[in-house]
């Protein structure tokens, strides 16, 4: 569902409004002086991604180590950083918490299940 934000021409606050379909017509009015002149911002790039689309979107693990490699946490971590790198994005905090987290030995929520 597409989020947008919107400023009040008036009383400058900003709000988010949805939509359903990215074609709907959206009148916001703002929700502090239902003003409906309503400027439209431009997103800041929110990175809502879960481990799972990382996992999909960067395919199976290429090293040749075989599935013991995985089952240490600290490998994990160290594969998804690469992964992170070859597609040129920053890594968002959440996943680095995990990795941190991985590190200490406790495994990920979205891979425990592997
Ligand atoms: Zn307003």
């Known amino acids: 569902m597409p989020i947008y934000e ?3 021409r008036k009383c400058q606050s900003i709000s988010s409004h949805f939509t359903r379909r990215v074609s ?4 916001p009015s703002c929700p ?7 400027e439209r911002l431009i997103s800041r790039v929110a990175y809502h991604r879960s481990m799972k689309d990382i996992h999909e ?4 693990p290429d090293e040749p180590h ?3 490699y995985y089952k ?3 490998n994990i971590g160290r594969w998804t950083e ?3 790198a ?3 994005i920053e890594m968002p905090e959440e996943v680095r918490t995990m990795i941190d987290a991985a590190r200490e030995g406790e495994l990920p929520p979205a891979v425990k299940d592997i």
């Open 24 to 27: 709907d017509p959206l009148e």
């Open 72 to 74: 240490d946490p600290r």
């Open 86 to 88: 070859q597609m040129g």
């Open 57 to 60: 979107a960067s395919g199976e």
């Open 66 to 68: 075989g599935l013991d």
């Open 82 to 84: 690469k992964k992170f």
């Open 32 to 38: 502090a002086c239902g003003s409906r002149e309503m």
């Open 6 to 8: 919107y400023r009040c």
